[in-house]
Nanobody, 124 residues
Framework: QVQLVESGGGLVQAGGSLRLSCAVS????????MGWFRQTPGKEREFVAA????????YYTDSVQGRFTISGDSAKNTAYLQMNSLRPEDTAVYYC?????????????????WGQGTQVTVSS
């Protein structure tokens, strides 16, 4: 089993920054493709960013391209999402996901493991 724990969410003013962390524990003998998703009430979970298990490739949804950066630290078994120039529309619960199964990195039902989520609120 793999457990994911997110941290780093909070309240920030528009234009500010936050860094989310996702600590991976359990079966850490291998690297996983990691993804970040976000969800607001009444909406489906939305892809934000992903990084391949090798760390060589990253992917972003258009609305965060150039503002958010996904990275990983294999020594710490932790993935990060650096969020800059935050906007009120970035307000959501952010979830990290690991272990891409069948499907695409941008589809939430492609991942086998999920964290509990962390709230990000951006005030205008």
């Amino acid at each position: 089993q793999v457990q994911l724990v997110e941290s780093g969410g909070g309240l920030v003013q528009a234009g500010g920054s936050l860094r989310l962390s996702c600590a991976v524990s359990g079966r850490t003998s291998r690297s996983y493709t990691m993804g970040w998703f976000r969800q607001t009430p009444g909406k489906e979970r939305e892809f934000v960013a992903a990084i391949t298990s090798s760390g060589r490739s990253t992917y972003y949804t258009d609305s965060v391209q150039g503002r958010f950066t996904i990275s990983g630290d294999s020594a710490k078994n932790t993935a990060y999402l650096q969020m800059n120039s935050l906007r009120p529309e970035d307000t959501a619960v952010y979830y990290c996901a690991a272990d891409l199964g069948r499907g695409s990195y941008y589809e939430f039902n492609s991942y086998n493991y999920w964290g509990q989520g962390t709230q990000v609120t951006v005030s205008s």
